[in-house]
């Protein structure tokens, strides 16, 4: 009955109830929102929650902004099936703040990113807008050369080479 449900009453134009995959239309509405994906090791989570509200509120007495939506966070286990994996050195949890990118958010979102590396976090490297070249070789350090070699043998001639992916494999 429960699967009935799920497969038959729980549905929309923009999400498979199956695998929650949210498939995002391509004009978003008035309920667009984004988000910031930085990963911890476990261990040091606590202590980076802490400061982390921390950071916000410090944020928020400085600059005047808060991100105006909540939160989310994830436990993501260990995962090393991709050289880019967040969770490649072992179990991380997540805090992802979540907005619907008011005026502030993408000055918010530098702080943010500052913030979150300097505590060792591992961006989702393709999810968490804005993040520098010093950054992302910080988090994934000689696994981002591995990936720019690799690239540079599968694709000499650069043809699939974006300019986000330029900007951060130049390192």
Same mark, same amino acid.
């Given at each position: ?67 105006? +939506? ?44 500052q913030f979150s590396s300097d505590q060792g976090g591992i961006p989702l490297f393709n999810q968490t807008n804005g ?36 900007? +951060?494999?130049?390192?």
């Amino acid at each position: 009955m429960w699967r009935w449900k799920l497969e038959n009453l729980i549905q929309s134009g923009n999400t498979v109830a199956t695998d929650q995959i949210i498939r995002y239309p391509l004009t978003a509405g008035a309920s667009r929102y984004t988000f910031s994906l930085w990963a911890f090791p476990e261990e040091t989570y606590p202590t980076v929650l802490r400061a982390c509200f921390q950071f916000c509120q410090q944020y928020y007495k400085q600059n005047g902004y808060r991100v105006n +939506m909540l939160f989310v966070g994830y436990r993501v286990a260990k995962d090393q099936n991709s050289l880019l994996s967040y969770s490649y050195d072992g179990d991380v949890m997540t805090i992802d703040p979540v907005s619907t990118a008011n005026p502030g958010w993408d000055q918010f979102l530098t702080a943010y990113n500052q913030f979150s590396s300097d505590q060792g976090g591992i961006p989702l490297f393709n999810q968490t807008n804005g993040i520098t070249p010093a950054q992302a070789q910080k988090a994934l350090g000689d696994r981002l050369k591995t990936f720019a070699a690799a690239r540079q043998t599968y694709d000499p001639d650069g043809r699939l080479l974006n300019d986000y992916f330029r900007e +951060m494999l130049a390192s």
